[in-house]
């Protein structure tokens, strides 16, 4: 019954965070944004202490995003504001900017 519960115990806990612990690792060596130094400072951190060292790693370089609906990305924000302007100077009527509009915030929409 021993040998059951620690074979449960090694496949449900320790083997993920195995896993977990190679894949930071790999992951850590092949992101170009991180210098050496850091490379070396987050290493130490992972083997170190593998659990915060993990969790702390990828919060830090996989930061969630905002929540969805939390308003227009940037960039739609910036076509909007060029084809305001590009109305305000003349070079589109209202029907054509509502037209653009629609279709911007359509595909907005629609992602």
Same mark, same amino acid.
């Given at each position: 019954?021993? &040998?059951?519960?620690?074979?449960?115990?090694?496949?449900? $806990?320790?083997?993920?965070? /195995?896993?977990?612990?190679? %894949?930071? /690792?790999?992951?850590? %060596? #092949?992101?170009?944004?991180?210098? *050496?130094?850091?490379? +070396?400072?987050? +290493? $130490?951190?992972?083997?170190?202490?593998?659990?915060? *060292?993990?969790?702390?790693? %990828? =919060? =830090?370089?996989?930061? &969630?995003?905002?929540? @969805? #609906?939390? *308003?227009? &990305?940037?960039?739609?924000?910036?076509?909007?504001?060029?084809? @305001? *302007?590009?109305?305000?100077? #003349? =070079?589109?009527?209202?029907?054509? %900017?509502?037209?653009?509009?629609?279709?911007?915030? #359509?595909? @907005? @929409?629609?992602?």
């Amino acid at each position: 019954m021993d &040998s059951f519960w620690s074979t449960f115990w090694t496949l449900l $806990i320790f083997l993920p965070l /195995l896993l977990l612990w190679v %894949f930071a /690792l790999i992951d850590l %060596f #092949g992101n170009p944004e991180v210098s *050496g130094l850091a490379k +070396a400072l987050w +290493a $130490i951190a992972i083997v170190l202490v593998p659990i915060v *060292g993990m969790i702390t790693y %990828f =919060v =830090v370089m996989y930061p &969630s995003d905002a929540p @969805a #609906g939390s *308003g227009p &990305s940037p960039d739609l924000a910036d076509q909007l504001t060029k084809l @305001a *302007g590009l109305r305000d100077d #003349g =070079v589109l009527t209202e029907d054509e %900017f509502q037209r653009e509009k629609d279709k911007l915030l #359509g595909v @907005a @929409a629609a992602s």
